[in-house]
């Protein structure tokens, strides 16, 4: 790990600026270091930078304080199963379910999901497909579930991207389990993609692998 400068961050993307649309953090989960990462996009605000935070969720507080400081301007949240099977939930971000639900994490990520639909024109909802801990069942539900919950705070879903991601295998993966598995099929993710399309009239989902980048299958 180096151990980086934030204002040196921000040099390096000024130097940058009119190649790239965001700013986009992610990590690990940068809403656990707030003070810095709010710092960070205080900085870019001040370079006129558009600043992108990638973020499982867990931490409503943090982003509710960004947006009210406006500090933020598009949020990818990744939303690991449907928010209605918390055991599922736990498994898959494997955390014993009693921890799970002692911490609230639903909750937690409901709130998020909630107030980013609110506050921001612009989110990513990002739906990982783990070969191992996901079935194609249990991607369909998650995309189902968004939808419900996204139309119940929105009147449109205009402005609300769904990602369905690639499992991609890197040394940076904490279990040794993971980090030998192959990568998720390009046409398993397409298959489910247009199976959602269909299933739930979706103008169109977008699909993000290493074979092609990200790319937008329609109806």
Not at 96 to 124: A, M, Q, W
Not at 139 to 164: A, P
Request: glycine share 4%; hydrophobic share 40%.
């Amino acid at each position: 790990m180096r151990v980086v400068k934030v204002k040196d961050i921000i040099n390096r993307v000024v130097e940058v600026r009119e190649f790239i649309d965001y700013l986009h953090v992610t990590g690990g989960e940068p809403t656990l270091w707030p003070n810095e990462l709010k710092t960070l996009f205080y900085l870019a605000k001040l370079n006129d930078i558009m600043v992108s935070l990638d973020t499982n969720g867990s931490n409503p507080e943090v982003v509710k304080s960004l947006i009210a400081k406006e500090l933020i301007d598009h949020v990818a949240l990744d939303v690991k199963a449907p928010l209605s099977d918390p055991e599922k939930y736990a498994e898959v971000v494997g955390i014993p379910l009693n921890d799970f639900l002692k911490r609230g994490y639903i909750d937690r990520i409901s709130k998020t999901l909630e107030l980013v639909l609110e506050e921001l024109p612009e989110i990513e909802l990002r739906i990982p497909f783990v070969p191992l801990l996901h079935e194609e069942v249990t991607v369909l539900n998650t995309i189902k579930e968004l939808i419900e919950l996204t139309d119940c705070v929105r009147k449109s879903r205009k402005g609300v991207k769904i990602v369905l991601q690639q499992f991609v295998p890197s040394e940076t993966v904490l279990s040794e389990k993971f980090k030998t598995l192959q990568r998720t099929p390009l046409e398993t993710l397409n298959r489910v993609a247009r199976a959602a399309i269909e299933r739930f009239g979706l103008e169109g989902i977008y699909v993000r692998s290493l074979e092609k980048g990200v790319e937008l299958l329609r109806r």
